[in-house]
């Protein structure tokens, strides 16, 4: 589950092996998870999202604790009831195993779905803003057991909203909102999630020792392509109005392969070769060591890394007109628009 978590990151999501730990523990206690599909939640169920929120930096520097999952779940004073399962926000990174130890340790079923997909960097990234079905209502907790409800009426952006309190919380808080029903998961939800994050692992854990040839036919098997292989030899930093923004040159084994070029903010968004864009956000960007395979984040991917670039599919809701104009490379600030990675594959453009 880290493995796959740490891929559908795309470069971010903080640390999943992080909450690694956590999980390990409580499995120890409990023994087992139960995971079920929304169709198999019960027609009056509730569930209670979770995610975590803050800065990579203090997710590495603070311990995760064992109360908030309790007092987030309880959900005082924005839920009527003891919610029936818990389930992920974002099946990326930390959040993607964070919600698995919640369920242990509370004891209760997760749902096998989330609500982006892949690493986000924006709260709002998410398919709940793409239906315009955002909560109302929210809960912080610290790692302190401090808590915070927000309440909001009509459309502002929740990520404006949620980050000056995680900010004052020391950029860690765990959120979760007020309780959904099983009929609105069926609605909006992007189910197979977490069973899609296990694959991911198993495949990601099966490539380390193959040449690349079947490397490549490995991932096929989950929709991905091998972009390209080589060594970062540049890495160039910039901002702009959406913030930090990075540059990563990648040179091929051959001298006579145009070198690949990355672009990434707290993802990778795109992947360019001599002016062609082979893969764009939303599909999701991994960045791999080139021995054991481990996806790398924007921060780890330095300078003289041997690396391979592999393109992973979004969920198809992304690769709309509505989805693409919130998640798409003009909406990230690179403009240009979304090129179907898998398109140019056919076409003989990745190498």
Same mark, same amino acid.
């Given at each position: ?92 990174? /930390? ?55 927000? !309440? ?82 540049? !890495? ?47 599909? /999701? ?67």
């Amino acid at each position: 589950m880290a493995l796959g978590a740490a891929v559908l990151g795309g470069g971010g999501g903080g640390e999943p092996f992080l909450a690694e730990v956590m999980l390990r523990e409580a499995l120890g206690e409990s023994g087992t998870i139960e995971i079920v599909t929304v169709d198999q939640l019960d027609a009056d169920a509730e569930v209670a999202p979770f995610v975590l929120l803050g800065s990579p930096h203090a997710l590495s520097e603070k311990l995760l604790g064992l109360a908030e999952p309790s007092i987030v779940f309880a959900g005082e004073p924005l839920r009527s009831r003891r919610p029936s399962a818990v389930m992920s926000y974002e099946t990326a990174g /930390i959040n993607a195993l964070y919600p698995l130890a919640a369920a242990a340790l509370l004891g209760v079923p997760c749902v096998d779905a989330d609500f982006c997909g892949r690493g986000v960097p924006s709260f709002d990234l998410s398919v709940l803003e793409l239906d315009d079905v955002q909560s109302d209502s929210y809960l912080l907790c610290d790692p302190n057991g401090r808590t915070v409800v927000i !309440r909001k009426w009509g459309r502002i952006s929740v990520e404006r909203l949620v980050r000056p309190v995680v900010e004052t919380m020391g950029w860690l808080a765990v959120l979760s909102t007020s309780s959904m029903s099983a009929e609105f998961l069926r609605a909006h939800a992007l189910r197979g999630s977490v069973s899609r994050c296990l694959e991911l692992g198993r495949v990601f854990s099966g490539l380390a020792g193959l040449d690349d040839a079947c490397a490549a036919r490995l991932l096929e098997r989950c929709g991905s392509v091998l972009i390209g292989s080589g060594v970062i030899t540049e !890495r160039l930093a910039t901002a702009d109005r959406l913030g930090l923004r990075s540059s990563l040159s990648i040179e091929h084994d051959d001298a006579a392969e145009a070198p690949l070029r990355l672009e990434a903010r707290n993802e990778f968004h795109l992947a360019v070769r001599a002016g062609e864009v082979l893969a764009s956000t939303p599909d /999701i960007l991994v960045v791999a060591d080139r021995v054991s395979w481990q996806p790398l984040s924007t921060e780890d991917a330095a300078v003289d890394r041997d690396v391979h670039v592999v393109a992973l599919p979004a969920d198809a809701r992304w690769r709309t007109r509505k989805g693409l104009a919130l998640t798409g490379p003009r909406a990230l600030g690179y403009g240009l628009d979304y090129v179907d990675f898998s398109a140019v594959a056919t076409g003989g453009g990745v190498r």
